[in-house]
């Protein structure tokens, strides 16, 4: 696995500068145009190294680090796109009213939006939090065993997936029982994407902050970059984020065809 240093990795321009390479492949861009003020569009192209999250090959994706737009899309739509983009700040791409206007044109190419995912990193400090309930550790070997669980459906992929395998979790147990998991998956060898699931009877009880608090400290130490992500409207899970340590990053939407549905 791709190692890269001990816990220098708290630089937080380090950090961001290992996303922009991860975020260049995923887009089919250049490092340097994540610095450009412009909006930027490229060909769709399934690169190595790219993060894997569907089989479809991407007709459109969009990205933003909070500033201009970096676009991958097929060349078919290019020239709207321009057009569309055309004096546009990127960051308001994503708001509905322009969304609107990108979704009428996507369906006549059989497409249609799909999530915006709401992206955060890991900030430099490091704080261990109280547990005052029983954890237990799973490492890749055991979470075989929890698949199929929909209980668990945002903290595990639903099956092994060997483009992004889930790496390890952590349980808060009531006995035997899992009440809370979080879980990461290798999403890339040094982006580990961390999802959380808490049974509804114990939620509110502060269990999900301090499993994802404990999950993304232990993913620094094996010397990968712990991401989170969630949805616009889910605040819940944003305030699990921000109480971790994690600051918001980027955001990124895609497409599936009109018959389909997909999700992280």
């Not at 490091?126 to 237990?136: A, G, H, R, T, Y």
């Not at 060898?189 to 502060?206: C, E, N, S, T």
């Not at 990124?252 to 549905?261: A, L, W, Y």
Request: proline share 3%.
């Amino acid at each position: 696995m791709e190692k890269w240093g001990k816990l220098t990795m708290y630089d937080k321009k380090q950090i961001t500068a290992e996303l922009k390479k991860q975020l260049a492949i995923d887009f089919n861009c250049t490092v340097e145009d994540f610095d450009k003020k412009e909006n930027i569009i490229t060909a769709a192209r399934e690169n190595p190294g790219r993060r894997f999250y569907t089989q479809q090959k991407e007709f459109f994706s969009m990205v933003t680090l909070g500033n201009h737009a970096v676009i991958s899309a097929d060349e078919s739509i290019h020239q709207w796109l321009k057009q569309w983009s055309k004096d546009k700040k990127g960051i308001w791409l994503f708001e509905h009213n322009h969304l609107m206007e990108l979704e009428r044109e996507l369906q006549k190419h059989g497409k249609k939006l799909w999530q915006s995912h709401h992206m955060f990193l890991p900030k430099m400090e490091v704080n261990e939090p109280i547990i005052d309930f029983e954890v237990k550790w799973f490492e890749q070997e055991a979470i075989i065993k929890l698949y199929g669980r929909q209980e668990f459906s945002n903290a595990l992929c639903e099956k092994y997936t060997p483009q992004r395998p889930d790496m390890l979790a952590i349980g808060a147990m009531q006995g035997d029982h899992i009440i809370g998991l979080a879980g990461c998956s290798a999403d890339t060898a040094l982006f580990w994407q961390i999802g959380i699931d808490v049974l509804p009877k114990y939620r509110g009880m502060g269990i999900g902050t301090k499993l994802v608090q404990l999950l993304k400290n232990e993913i620094i130490r094996r010397e990968a970059i712990p991401f989170y992500g969630t949805s616009l409207s889910n605040l819940h899970s944003w305030n699990i984020a921000l109480q971790c340590g994690f600051y918001p990053a980027w955001i990124e939407i895609e497409t599936v065809s009109d018959e389909d549905g997909k999700g992280w």
